[in-house]
T-cell receptor, first 109, second 114 residues
């Protein structure tokens, strides 16, 4: 079993829909990261959080430390949001990130 | 604030040839990472530097890969000789903190070995 599990693996939605991507982890962490990767492109850090909720534009990230679960939400989705969204955790014991497998999101116009 | 810079963006070489990638981290970031991302997989950490010292290179194939970070700023990653399975995107990232800090990624170098 992977230490970081994301769901769904693939998601296709229509423009304007509310999107939720989930991340569950099984290790103790100091922080959880949500990152975005466009096809052929580099990775962009969206959020780093250790508790509660963060919002940036149409993106919202939440984390429940007790349940070891985080969600990334996109409101009013747009085709330019199409990308792979990756959840990664910083374990409390060391410095390496543990990466989820990513969720490939396609938003159709 | 300038982001993490990488060059080249794309490189095509034949197997057994050599290649080098360059990374310039965000100013003031002490920690620098090199990742290898094979198509369809998550990034794999190759090496982590703290200033000009190596923190972790346990997953670096040392028979063919080498990396250095002279003066604790820029870094180069070299592959010599390249194999077909080295085809991947090589990502450089930097962070202020060694542990748990937010990592800022460069655009990556896409390497194709033929």
């Amino acid at each position: 079993k992977n230490e970081v599990e994301q769901s769904p693996q693939n998601l296709t939605a229509q423009e304007g829909e509310f999107i939720t991507i989930n991340c569950s982890y099984s290790v103790g962490i100091s922080a959880l990261h949500w990152l975005q990767q466009h096809p052929g492109g580099g990775i962009v850090s969206l959020f780093m959080l250790s508790s509660g909720k963060k919002k940036h534009g149409r993106l919202i990230a939440t984390i429940n430390i007790q349940e070891k679960h985080s969600s990334l939400h996109i409101t009013a989705s747009h085709p330019r949001d199409s990308a792979v969204y990756i959840c990664a955790v910083s374990p409390g014991s060391n410095y390496q990130l543990i990466w989820g497998a990513g969720t490939k999101l396609i938003i159709k116009p | 604030e300038a982001g993490v810079a990488q060059s080249p963006r794309y490189k095509i070489i034949e197997k057994r040839q050599s290649v080098a990638f360059w990374c310039n981290p965000i100013s003031g970031h002490a920690t620098l990472y090199w990742y290898q991302q094979i198509l369809g997989q998550g990034p794999k950490l190759l090496i982590q530097f703290q200033n000009n010292g190596v923190v972790d290179d346990s997953q670096l194939p040392k028979d063919r890969f080498s990396a250095e970070r002279l003066k604790g700023v820029d870094s180069t990653l070299k592959i010599q000789p390249a194999k077909l399975e080295d085809s991947a995107v090589y990502l450089c990232a930097s962070s202020v903190l060694t542990r748990g800090g937010e990592q800022y990624f460069g655009p990556g170098t896409r390497l194709t070995v033929t």
